[in-house]
């Protein structure tokens, strides 16, 4: 059977621009559709790419599995690390340190989730702390790292886990992967968009040569500035910057280190936060900052200064606002990656939300045309999965006892509705409910939640039932399965050293 019997040639689908949003759609729709349709990907030597997300969580291993991506050829062409966690450091006053880890914490007990448990325990004084109950977590602080199932209890769950990777070589080995498949890459800076007469659609590209790259679909892939959805089709944004005030960036990598910890650090600092990102060849560093706080000069002078390695170059600097496209589909384009938003790299969810775009292109891909239902079935998927993750950002904030101007300012803004209610609803009774398939699940909640130091009142009256005696006994088994669980891992290094480590860096 043809692939479109209706027409003479195979539908176009054009990708402008590359970097990791435009390799990333371009490896996938090369993946699935490359026998259906045509893929191609304009790309300018001269436009360079943000490339500061390094970090990923655990869904990315999804997106490469379902390309067929082998794993350890993987991790070696992009000089990558494992990751288990995100270690929070002073975010809830100078010094205070704790990790929202990937994976489960404790084990259930009936109808009660596990935290219950653990905050009656914690009140009778019979609890560790919430790190004591998870496997990530307690693997992380001991610079730990395997894969599959546990190997000493069979009630432990697998260790879930992400990378930490360069995310220019991500994108030089989906391009090749792409190219593989059909993908046809065009290099060449967009002069002018040229659209449909009669529909208002986008039907070319003109390349500052004069090549005319035509289509039937555009995936807008060209950053912040949104070329075809934002000046093109004029899709409006919505600024969430009162809510998230940071609005600068610098990135700065650093030379390697023999500290590969399995885990992305973020350190709070009086008018933001730093990144530090562990790569087999080098580091990954940044800080993110509120520019009516911290003046340019002062936040590349902290940067530099809170490094663990010398800077392999100048502090990068980077200028953003907090929000989203009000409609990252309109017309015949769908906005992928920054041109779609940005929401700061806190839980380094900016890759994840390129791959749930794309995933949600696939589903949702049109016949002939695209209709208005689908515009704003995808539409109405990207706005509820960035608020959700937007209020999850805040709740960081939100939750703080720092000194600092910026962060009483922070601890005393008003929240969007949906957080005020899942914070009252923590605090009486330490009840966490998740909705829909928003990305965040109970336990990511639950250790922000507890790290911020948001103690509930209660807690479900379940958790009451077992004695005190039988509930330190629970609680005590969970922590000697999981130590001796940890125990026997190989670390982290040694575990890269053995299945991917990468040439330049062995």
Not at 181 to 196: F, H
Not at 240 to 268: E, I, K, N, Q
Request: with cysteine.
């Amino acid at each position: 059977m043809e692939p479109d019997s209706g027409r003479a040639d195979p539908r176009t689908i054009v990708i402008a621009g590359g970097g990791t949003a435009g390799w990333m759609t371009a490896a996938a729709l090369g993946r699935f559709l490359g026998k259906a349709m045509r893929i191609r990907l304009v790309e300018s030597d001269e436009i360079g790419t943000i490339g500061v997300g390094e970090s990923t969580i655990p869904q990315i291993r999804v997106f490469n599995q379902a390309l067929g991506i082998d794993e350890d050829s993987f991790v070696r062409a992009t000089q990558a690390t494992f990751k288990l966690a995100i270690e929070f450091v002073g975010w809830l006053r100078p010094g205070h340190r704790y990790m929202h880890a990937f994976g489960d914490i404790g084990r259930d007990s009936g109808l009660a989730p596990f935290h219950h448990s653990w905050l009656r325990g914690r009140r009778e004084g019979v609890a560790r702390d919430l790190a004591c109950y998870s496997l990530n977590n307690m693997a992380a602080l001991g610079e730990r790292m395997q894969r599959g199932p546990a190997r000493t209890a069979a009630m432990l769950p697998d260790m879930p886990y992400a990378f930490q990777f360069d995310a220019g070589l991500y994108a030089a080995f989906l391009r090749r992967f792409a190219e593989e498949r059909g993908v046809v890459r065009t290099q060449g800076r967009i002069a002018q968009v040229e659209r449909d007469a009669q529909s208002g659609d986008v039907s070319a590209l003109i390349l500052a040569d004069g090549q005319s790259i035509r289509g039937d679909m555009f995936i807008d892939c060209t950053g912040f500035g949104g070329l075809l959805i934002a000046r093109t089709l004029g899709s409006e944004f919505e600024d969430w910057s009162h809510w998230l005030p940071c609005d600068r960036a610098m990135a700065v990598p650093s030379g390697r280190t023999d500290a590969f910890t399995p885990y992305t650090r973020a350190t709070a600092h009086g008018a933001g936060w730093q990144w530090r990102i562990p790569l087999q060849h080098r580091t990954g560093n940044g800080i993110v900052y509120a520019s009516g706080h911290l003046s340019d000069d002062e936040a590349a002078s902290r940067l530099l200064a809170n490094l663990d390695s010398e800077p392999l170059g100048d502090p990068r600097p980077l200028r953003f606002t907090t929000g989203k496209r009000k409609e990252m589909w309109k017309a015949n384009v769908i906005a992928v990656g920054l041109s779609a938003g940005f929401l700061e790299p806190l839980e380094s969810t900016s890759i994840h939300l390129i791959q749930t775009a794309i995933s949600r292109l696939l589903k949702l891909l049109p016949g002939d045309r695209p209709t208005q239902a689908q515009r704003d079935r995808f539409n109405r998927e990207s706005d509820f999965e960035y608020a959700r993750i937007r209020d999850f950002l805040i709740l960081h904030y939100r939750a703080n006892a720092r000194n600092e101007l910026f962060w009483q300012e922070r601890r005393a803004a008003t929240v969007p509705e949906a957080l005020a209610d899942r914070i009252a609803l923590w605090e009486a009774d330490g009840h966490i409910v998740r909705e829909q398939d928003e990305l965040f699940t109970e336990v990511a909640w639950l250790q922000v939640f507890a790290g911020q130091g948001l103690v509930p009142a209660g807690n479900h009256p379940l958790a009451d039932v077992p004695s005190r005696a039988g509930l330190a006994e629970y609680l005590d088994l969970i922590e000697k399965l999981i130590a001796r669980e940890v125990a026997q891992m190989p670390t982290h290094a040694g575990f890269i050293a053995a299945h991917c480590a990468a040439r330049a860096a062995a």
